[in-house]
């Protein structure tokens, strides 16, 4: 659910794919290992190459600040409602929550009946 606006610039509404994101920076960007961050091993949250890997880390921190921003998820102010991606990201169970991540990682892409090596093949 991310889409482009303006002059470059995309737009993240999905928190599944912010949290996917996320994982995917984070992993890069600990070049000395979690453990010296006290953070749990990498392949735990991001095992393997993901559809984020590919892109350039300044990009991809730029979306998760403007995220952040849209999301006001940081805004410790009762007065101040929850969007409704957000509201409806908080009802799922924590395994829903999970699969919707590893989804937007590209971890857990249904088969319909193609070899897995052929996923991303229209044909």
């Known amino acids: 659910m991310s889409e482009r606006t303006g002059r470059g610039r995309v737009t ?9 994101m996320a994982k995917c920076w984070l992993a890069s960007w600990m070049p000395a ?5 006290g953070l749990p091993e990498t392949n735990s949250f991001h095992p393997q190459v993901c559809g984020f890997c590919e ?19 940081s805004t410790y102010d009762d007065e101040v409602g929850l969007r ?7 009802t799922l169970t924590a395994a829903q929550q999970d699969i919707k991540v590893r989804m937007a990682q590209g971890y ?13 093949s229209p044909w």
């Open 12 to 20: 993240v509404r999905d928190p599944a794919q912010a949290i996917a």
């Open 33 to 37: 290992g979690p453990a010296a961050f």
């Open 55 to 73: 892109v350039p880390r300044d990009l991809l921190i730029q979306m998760l600040e403007e995220f952040q921003h849209w999301s006001q998820i």
């Open 84 to 90: 409704a991606e957000i509201e409806a990201w908080e």
């Open 108 to 120: 857990h892409l249904p088969d319909r009946g193609r070899e897995p090596e052929d996923r991303r």
